[in-house]
């Protein structure tokens, strides 16, 4: 069985600092990995995926993340945060084979207040 | 990419009532997906929606309150049966294509209130 974790439901920076979101995962296989993001009242949009490949990541809106299989993490970085990166993020893991091929399981998500 | 359209984006129903919501994707995917997102909680899947076949069933959700069609690779529709104030949440669909297997779309969701 898979399982993610985010630790901290809530994250609040100042504009301009450095954004870090934790994701720590369980997986019996290796997995694939995923950042979406969601906007108040829209759905969810994604933001980078690991997939076995390069284990840094790097995705839209200057976002990155690297897969450290040692330490089973999975965490989201931005450098400089901006107003606009307000919003819930969701990190999920899929197994890429067996019985639970193509479905995501979901972390709790964090909140990411941006202050000015 | 695949963008994935839901209609309605929201409503509001009376208990006892059912909500029928549909999924529409702009090109064709293998996979098919219904989330739950309960209010201030994550994403828990409901069901894999498969083609001309019934449904795939997740633990704690069934066929009788959660009926799911899907008669082509482009259209799904959920239907939550028998209204009641804890069925209010967020209802989403996903999509997974072919050629990029391990990447989902979602849909905007459709935002159910049950009075």
Known sequence: ????????????VSEGALVLLRCNYSSSVPPYLFWYVQYPNQGLQLLLKYTSAATLVKGI??????????????????????MSDAAEYFCAVSDPSGTSYGKLTFGQGTILTVHP | SAVISQKPSRDICQRGTSLTIQC????????MFWYRQQPGQSLTLIATANQGSE????????????????PNLTFS??????????????????????????TQYFGPGTRLLVL
Do not use: W
Request: charged letters at 20%; a negative charge.
């Open chain 2, 24 to 31: 529409q994707v702009d090109s064709q995917v293998t996979m």
């Open chain 1, 61 to 82: 809106n200057g976002f990155e993340a690297e897969f450290k299989k040692s330490e089973t993490s999975f965490h989201l970085t931005k450098p400089s945060a901006h």
């Open chain 2, 55 to 70: 449904a795939t069933y997740e633990s704690g959700f069934v066929i009788d309150k959660f009926p799911i069609s899907r």
């Open chain 1, 1 to 12: 069985a898979q399982s993610v974790t985010q630790l901290g439901s809530h994250v609040s």
């Open chain 2, 77 to 102: 529709t959920l239907t939550v049966s028998n209204l009641s104030p804890e069925d209010s949440s967020i209802y989403l669909c996903s999509g997974r294509q072919g050629a990029r297997k391990e």
